[in-house]
């Protein structure tokens, strides 16, 4: 099982570029959720997914949007990268009742917006 | 809001000595807590749990312990090692509820 998969590592965008960050898991989740950790600080739940089909958002959902076409997958998305999205992004899956087993994270997307 | 955090932000301690990382919350409802460490470069992994019908929870070298009067969470890490060296969370959750994470204590292992 390779867990939760993030792709890029690393990147660094311009201002008012766009991207996506993908998120991956081979564990048959239902749950799938995006946190930003900025320097020194803790997780921040941008948005959050409970099953194919459906999102909602979290903490600090302006200036993203997700999807989750399946089951595995749960994109993040940037439309007009802004200075203040510089942070690291961390994907999390956990079964239904995640909120009583804990999340498995991946192991994250540091971005740089220049 | 209800929020989760941390007394202490930074704690070093000698090799082979024992650790305690400490967390407040302030959910009285909350009825399930994890802590989570994180090393540099890597996501949060899960390191032990407890739910609000216990006091004490041990694993392997570590244990945890939970005081509902005073809303008190603590990671207990004994015989602490170079690899204990990271982030340490703790996040709390109601019921099946998303979790809600602190800010983190940095420890650093002094060889």
């Known amino acids: 099982n390779a867990g939760v998969t993030q792709t890029p590592k690393f990147r660094i965008l311009k201002i008012g570029q766009s991207m996506t960050l993908q998120c991956t898991q081979d564990?048959?989740?239902?749950?799938m959720y995006w946190y930003r950790q900025d320097p020194g600080m803790g997780l921040k739940l941008i948005y959050y997914s409970v099953g194919a089909g459906i999102t909602d958002k979290g903490e600090v959902p302006n200036g993203y949007n997700v999807s989750r076409s399946t089951t595995e997958d749960f994109p993040l998305r940037l439309e007009l990268a802004a200075p203040s999205q510089t942070s690291v992004y961390f994907c999390a899956s956990s079964p239904p009742d995640g909120g009583t087993y804990g999340y498995t994270f991946g192991s994250g997307t540091r971005l740089t917006v220049v | 809001g209800e929020n989760v955090g941390l007394h202490l932000p930074t704690l070093s301690v000698q090799e082979g000595d024992n650790s305690i990382i400490n967390c407040a919350y302030s959910n009285s409802a909350s009825d399930y807590f994890i802590w989570y460490k994180q090393e540099s470069g890597k996501g949060p992994q899960f390191i032990i749990d407890i739910r609000s019908n216990m006091d004490k929870r041990q694993g392997q070298r570590v244990t945890v312990l939970l005081n509902k009067t005073v809303k008190h969470l603590s990671l207990q890490i004994a015989a602490t090692q170079p690899g204990d060296s990271a982030v340490y969370f703790c996040?709390?959750?109601?019921?099946?509820?998303?979790?809600?994470f602190g800010t983190g204590t940095r420890l650093t292992i002094i060889p």
């Open positions: 564990m048959n989740h239902n749950y």
């Open positions: 996040a709390e959750s109601f019921g099946n509820e998303k979790l809600t």
